[in-house]
């Protein structure tokens, strides 16, 4: 199947503009606040949370965003979007199988939408996260092979991968981060190629991935937290 490229829609995407614009757009200058609870939050660092009927990304105080996360509840409104950094350093992925992608940029990430019931795979462009169409086939024989797809939680984690130099390194993340990527991307993006400031601004943020991302392999033997 040919692969097709659109910028989606709030709804089929995922967390959409509002995940996207609290990247993007200018600091207001009021102050933060929960949106279950109303408390204050630290702009620095704070949870958020997926809103699976809008299909946007929540800001969560620590309370309510736990609260959450001990229940356990994956069927309702909101989910915690986990703090878990993994790599699997054995993941081998050559030229060919990134063509069978079909995705025209050296970054993507999947993440699998429930309301869906489907992956959907997005990648970072001047007109924010654009989606690629996803061969069911191809995914499979991709990425099906990694642990880290085993570990998947929907809506509120995604496989990252970066091809460079002659590399691709595949990751699990929050699926925020992936949002603030995009939203970093969209705001340095100059010319045909993105230019010299989003290229250095892209592998600050992929050093910082890495910093933080675990063994897979030492995880799964833990007992695969989600922390």
């Not at 050559?94 to 699998?112: H, K, M, N, S, Y």
């Not at 949002?179 to 705001?187: A, C, I, K, S």
Request: proline share 7%; hydrophobic share 40%.
């Amino acid at each position: 199947m040919a692969a097709g490229h659109r910028v989606p829609g709030t709804a089929l995407a995922g967390p959409g503009r509002t995940g996207l614009s609290r990247f993007t757009a200018p600091r207001a200058p009021r102050e933060e606040r929960c949106e279950l609870c109303a408390a204050p939050l630290r702009p620095e660092r704070h949870r958020h949370l997926v809103d699976v009927d809008k299909r946007a990304l929540t800001c969560a105080c620590d309370p309510c965003a736990q609260l959450l996360d001990r229940s356990g509840d994956t069927t309702g409104r909101f989910r915690a979007v986990p703090w878990r950094y993994l790599v699997d350093p054995a993941h081998r992925l050559d030229e060919q199988a990134w063509e069978r992608l079909g995705i025209p940029v050296g970054v993507a990430f999947f993440f699998r939408n429930s309301a869906l019931d489907r992956l959907v795979a997005l990648y970072p462009s001047p007109a924010g996260a654009t989606e690629s169409e996803l061969d069911p086939e191809a995914w499979q024989s991709v990425l099906g092979g990694s642990p880290l797809a085993d570990l998947l939680e929907p809506d509120v984690e995604a496989l990252l991968l970066r091809r460079h130099q002659g590399r691709v390194r595949l990751y699990l993340v929050p699926v925020d981060i992936c949002y603030e990527l995009v939203g970093r991307m969209r705001l340095h993006w100059q010319g045909f190629d993105g230019g010299a400031e989003a290229r250095a601004d892209l592998d600050a943020f992929f050093t910082h991935v890495s910093a933080r991302a675990r063994d897979v392999r030492e995880v799964r033997d833990a007992g695969g937290s989600r922390a």
